[in-house]
């Protein structure tokens, strides 16, 4: 069991965040003509379709939304002890010359991200890929950062991030938890 | 929740369960298919052995597709040409070829029970690839696949299974697996190719395709074995060709969309006519790309159970 240590988003903070993570990628891209949006299943898939609402109102567009599931790209496929379940990877758009904008919920080790970019990669040569994480919670493993953070949130590397969105968990929340005991 | 057993030798005894979760990961490598690049790592590392005693084509592409598209190597063998031709026995040759550092073993073996055998021998995972009359999972698991994917269910769906199902391994496997997804199944052949109380597992039985067809969902039409001695079954061809041969004019007679699949290779005319397997009703073509993301959701089911 993990106890609650503190609140770290709350959910008008929630939907301010992604409001001003819209407003960045359009920044950054001049605009949503050239992006299309990739989320990370699981979580990762419900922040994309979210900031993905947020610039089609403010742009006045469609947008291509998919979503990845990294399972097959895991590097530490053969030696979990839980066998993951394959949700499947929906992206049924053409990548190639595209901005893709990868989103996840948490940014961790980064080993998560590295097996999105194999994945991506695999399936066309996007112009560019950015990353757009809701919480940077820091101990990365493999030299990855993103373009747009959410939030940077101090953790040590025992404790846990828990991301809540309305669409499973019933409210948009982040939650930093204590170590294990 | 892994697969509960560490081989795939056949469908009879398999739970719901673990059946379900063969065909609900089969979609995702059936979308890898479709992709530009397709091919995946996650079994990168390890080794696979196709070990076919028997002719085999298609499964042995079949297989060999799979496993390369998943990132193993793939180590290929045939009975002619090996020493078994020297008179090496099943057990000393699966065990060099373990010695290897082989993790998988695919068999296709005359001997019904083949598989059952080596599993208790060897220490890699071992996937029954046909053995004798007894089972063939795989092909029954890519036929469930097919049906799924065309009706999105097997339950309530009527599937009949055309031809000599004494000797079928393929009949055998689709019976166990569709029951236990809970399909209706029926049998339909001259009284020579039903076994004796088949009834027991629960399938009906007809002699004439008319009597059924007009309330099937799906028609399996087996191959007639021309090279075994199918001729001793029945009197000629022409005649199996009347009472069973599946024909447009039958099919038309049956007032029905009748789905029709076939696992190959086809004798044109002999137990399906060209018309019907080229039709829009026939899926035999997508039961060819299904079997490789079936197969490719068993080999990464087994090497990934931890």
Known sequence: ?181 | MPLHSKHLLGLDGMSREDLQLILDTAVSFHEVLERPIKKVPPLQGKTVANMFFENSTRTRLSFELAERRLSADVLGFAATGSSVSKGETLKDTARNIEAMKVDMVVLRHGAAGAAHYLSRVINANVINAGDGSHEHPTQGLLDMFTIREKYGRLNDLHVCIVGDIAHSRVARSNIFGLKTMGARVSVCGPATMIPREIERLGVEVYHHLDDVLPHVDVLNVLRIQLERDAGRLFPSIREYRQTYGVTRKRMEKAGRVVTVMHPGPINRDVEISADVADSEHSVILQQVLNGVAVRMSVLYLLSTRG
Do not use: C, W
Not at chain 1, 28 to 47: C, L, P, S, W
């Open chain 1, 1 to 181: 069991m993990r106890r609650l240590k503190a609140q770290i988003i709350d959910p008008e903070g929630f939907e301010r965040t992604l409001t001003r993570l819209a407003h960045e990628i359009l920044e950054k891209n001049r605009g949503a003509g050239n992006i299309v949006i990739v989320g990370i299943r699981t979580r990762g898939e419900f922040i994309a379709r979210r900031i993905a609402a947020i610039i089609e109102t403010v742009e006045h567009t469609t947008l291509s939304i998919g979503s990845l599931d990294i399972t097959l790209y895991r590097d530490d496929l053969l030696g979990k002890l839980e066998q993951p379940q394959l949700k499947g990877t929906d992206i049924l758009f053409d990548i190639n010359g595209h901005d893709v904008i990868l989103i996840d919920d948490v940014l961790f080790t980064g080993r998560t991200i590295r097996a999105a970019l194999d994945e991506l990669i695999d399936l066309g040569r996007p112009r560019t890929i950015q990353l757009a994480v809701l919480v940077d919670r820091g101990h990365r493993q493999v030299p990855i950062r993103a373009d747009y953070v959410g939030k940077n949130i101090p953790t040590s590397a025992d404790e846990s991030i828990r991301v809540h969105v309305k669409e499973v968990d019933g409210e948009d929340t982040v939650l930093l938890m204590h170590p294990e005991e």
